[in-house]
């Protein structure tokens, strides 16, 4: 099993939205302790969209779930992963950060083909 979860993010404003999510992902490390558990890609720029990705160590993720306790399982999404992009934008959520999170092995094994 993967150790990290691959994110994508797209944005429209990379400065503002890559230093709120390097912001509220230390403050999620010094809470549980954690050190260095995620890192993001530079962006790329197509579209007047902004795209990059977040890597975040699982065990990150897994201090979270033992942190909030049964608040975590009332987060909205299937499994792990989709709870904690819902964690990410609940906490993130104002009208000057305007970004998309997607989990990248999904993305990839889009029906679609796009990615």
């Known amino acids: 099993m993967n150790n990290k979860i691959n994110i994508n993010v797209s944005t429209v404003n990379y400065d503002k939205t890559s230093k709120a999510i390097f912001h509220k992902l230390s403050l999620l490390e010094e809470m549980v302790h ?13 579209f007047g ?3 990059f990705v977040l890597s975040v160590n699982r065990s990150l993720v897994e201090k979270l779930v033992e942190q909030m306790g049964p608040d975590f399982n009332k987060l909205k999404g299937k499994g792990m992963e989709k709870k904690f992009l819902t964690w990410i934008t609940n906490n993130m959520e104002s009208k000057e950060h305007r970004f998309k999170l997607a989990i990248k092995e999904e993305m990839e094994s889009s029906k679609y083909g796009i990615f």
């Open 34 to 46: 954690g050190k260095e558990d995620f890192v993001m890609t530079d962006s790329e720029f197509a």
């Open 49 to 51: 969209w902004h795209f």
